[in-house]
């Protein structure tokens, strides 16, 4: 529950952060790490929106999986301690790609030892596929955005 709780959470993080480097992208103001402008590079604000699609399908097949293993796939949570993280002036966490990247690798080390745990192969194959894309998604963002 608590991977599927987190899922939720990183979808609307991200389009949050989309929308915000979106607006500022529009406005002109440099974003980030500067990157030198071309059509192999993604926009941050287009990377976001594509981890927050990638997200919200690995959101909807974790719900199946607890389902299908017999657990109620209702959310039920309270977020109250997971609010320190600061927020600047701008509206950006701070160290939001690095955050991103690190909460990407602790998803995907998550699935994986999930993973392991499911003695379904199908079921182990939907994590490991998962842990793979949040592995993609933090290499896509050290690559395109020069981090780390």
């Known amino acids: 529950y608590r991977l599927y709780i987190e899922k939720l ?9 989309s929308i915000i480097t979106r607006s500022d992208e529009a406005d002109g103001l440099q ?11 993604p926009s941050l604000s287009d990377t976001l929106d594509d981890m927050a699609q990638t997200e919200a399908r690995h959101f909807e097949a974790l719900g199946r999986l607890v389902r299908e293993l017999g657990g109620n796939s209702a959310l039920r ?3 109250a301690e997971n609010n320190d993280r600061r927020i600047s002036e701008d509206g ?3 160290g939001l790609t690095d955050g991103i990247i690190d909460r990407e690798r602790a998803m995907a080390d ?5 993973s392991g745990r499911i003695y379904e192969s199908r079921h182990a194959a939907l994590l490991e596929s998962m842990a793979r894309e949040s592995e993609a998604n933090a290499s896509r963002l050290e690559y ?4 780390r």
Do not use: A
Not at 110 to 114: A, G, I, Q, V
């Open 9 to 17: 959470y990183m979808i609307s993080d991200y389009i949050y952060q």
């Open 31 to 41: 974003v980030g790490t500067e990157v030198p402008k071309n059509d192999t590079v």
């Open 77 to 79: 949570f309270d977020r």
């Open 92 to 94: 950006y966490g701070e």
């Open 110 to 114: 998550e699935l994986h030892r999930l």
């Open 144 to 147: 395109s955005f020069g981090c």
